[in-house]
């Protein structure tokens, strides 16, 4: 496939030499600014984008909330006092008190720490699995392609919050015994098991728009090896909506998490989570409306955060949207 940037330097069939490459003028200095690539001109765009600033600020200070809860909140979050239960907010709780007595503040910073952990693992493992699998069906085709589709259909068919509770009610229902890090996974497993369909079927798009693209098939004819090919071309090629759907699906993994967790099916005590609080806050709303508001209000503003942030990230990449 010709290069654009080096088409304008070959010289035409009958044409002077002098007359196919233009010196620049006495006077017009020439441009020293390298040509960039998708990546750079989606990043000089997104800097220009407000919203991108205020939701890439907010990611930060959760992502910082979540590895380092003690820089925000030095108090426990864990144990409380029975003598200060449901107290109102002081100078020693920003947030009051909750039924057994500890501190609703700490409690809600300590919680992005699961909310978020959850929430990453879950696209990271949603994003290798689904992606390999879109790969694998959008490169090879033939049977290899309907097989994956229709195992990815079977996925589909499961209603999320359904096939979660009974995955969850399954292994993690009451009765069980398991840790904190048991706990964790199970939700993880629960989510990726429920969601890679999507990034299949994304990964498998983009693979058959661009694996006859012309510099595969140059790249193919010149002897490259099948991983070389899916590494070096394919796979830098068909990032951009993975990346999109990714930083979105973070947003919607913490919305999950905290649903699961409101359910009871979800994260449990010991583990400190936004959907565990808004769970036990719920049966005091009237009389102590911060054990809910606050929670709710964090992770409004996580998945909010997310998700503006997703969107900055798909218009700065699709040059339509520009």
């Known amino acids: 496939m010709s290069d654009p940037s080096t088409a304008s330097i070959v010289s035409t069939p009958g044409a ?46 959760f992502l910082l909330m979540a590895l380092f809860p003690a820089l925000f909140a030095p108090g426990d979050a864990v144990n409380g006092s029975l003598s200060r239960s449901l107290d109102k907010a002081s ?57 994956l589709s229709r195992i990815a259909d079977v996925f589909f068919g499961l209603p999320f919050v359904l096939g979660a509770i009974v995955i ?34 994304l990964m498998r798009s983009s693979v058959l728009a661009t694996k006859e693209a012309d510099y ?37 993994f913490i919305g999950a998490e905290a649903t699961l967790s409101f359910l009871g099916v979800g994260l449990k005590s010991p583990v400190v ?12 709303l009237r009389v102590a409306p911060g054990l809910v508001f606050f929670p709710a209000a964090f992770l409004v503003t996580a998945v909010l955060s997310f998700v503006m942030l997703g969107e900055a990230v798909r218009e700065a990449l699709d040059p339509k949207l520009r």
């Open 16 to 61: 002077h030499p002098t007359d196919s490459a233009a010196p620049a003028t006495a006077g017009q200095p020439q441009s020293n600014e390298k040509p960039r690539g998708l990546l750079g001109d989606a990043w000089r765009d997104l800097r220009r984008k407000p919203l991108f600033w205020i939701s890439a600020t907010l990611i930060v200070i």
């Open 91 to 147: 100078g020693d709780a920003w947030f009051g008190y909750d039924l057994q007595g500890r501190d609703v503040y700490a409690r809600v910073i300590y919680g992005a720490s699961a909310s978020i952990q959850v929430a990453v693992l879950a696209v990271i493992g949603t994003l290798l699995v689904g992606g390999t699998m879109g790969i694998i069906a959008g490169y090879n085709g033939g049977w290899v392609d309907g097989l």
């Open 168 to 201: 969850l009610t399954t292994f993690n229902g009451s009765g069980t015994s398991n840790s904190k890090f048991e706990i964790t996974g199970l939700v993880t497993i629960s989510l990726i098991v429920l969601s890679w369909p999507v990034v299949m079927r």
């Open 216 to 252: 595969i098939v140059a790249a193919r004819a010149l002897g490259a090896g099948t991983g070389r090919i899916i590494l070096k071309h394919l796979l830098p090629n068909c990032l951009a909506p993975l990346l999109v759907y990714g930083t979105i699906m973070v947003g919607s």
């Open 273 to 284: 989570s936004w959907g565990i609080m808004i769970s036990d806050g719920k049966d005091f």
